[in-house]
């Protein structure tokens, strides 16, 4: 049995310590914001933030989170991170109309709202480094890019 933190819980799951965290969110906690892509940490739909800091789940053992604070989307649409970045960016996605499919979505707005917490204003530049691992298959960069830098002037 792991207990692990996930958007300011407690959670006792029981789970072999190597399975991804992305599974133990998706499959065990029934949190289905936090989506699935490759496989291998390569395309950002599974981001969530790990200790504050965007990383990709599906290729994170969930021993890795023991003692760690965990927050998913989930955590952002319930307002527990606790920075003005989330709601900023949250406001922006809405306003430039961002999602197309909206599949990758989720994992796009966990590393932007880290990008503006770090950085609050990003060149283009910063939001291209530092987006650069999450993929849009609707190809939604230009409208990101805006809604990150109008989340930045909030």
């Not at 998913?72 to 109309?97: D, F, H, M, R, Y």
């Not at 530049?125 to 298959?137: E, K, P, Q, V």
Request: with cysteine; charged share 20%; proline share 5%.
């Amino acid at each position: 049995m792991l207990t692990i933190k996930v958007n300011d819980q407690q959670h006792e799951v029981d789970v072999e310590p190597e399975t991804p965290l992305l599974w133990v969110i998706r499959d065990v906690l029934q949190m289905t914001g936090t989506k699935f892509g490759c496989g291998k940490g390569l395309c950002g739909a599974c981001t969530v933030h790990f200790n504050g800091n965007p990383v990709r789940s599906c290729s994170l053992p969930v021993e890795a989170a023991v003692g760690a604070n965990i927050t998913t989307i989930e955590g952002v649409e319930e307002n527990l991170i606790v920075a003005p970045s989330a709601k900023a960016v949250k406001q922006a996605w809405v306003a430039e109309n961002v999602p197309q499919c909206g599949y990758c979505q989720s994992g796009q707005i966990m590393s932007a709202i880290a990008l503006v917490k770090s950085n609050p204003h990003p060149s283009d530049d910063d939001i291209d480094t530092a987006m650069s691992g999450n993929l849009c298959r609707c190809g939604t960069y230009q409208r990101i890019k805006k809604a990150i830098k109008t989340a930045a002037k909030a």
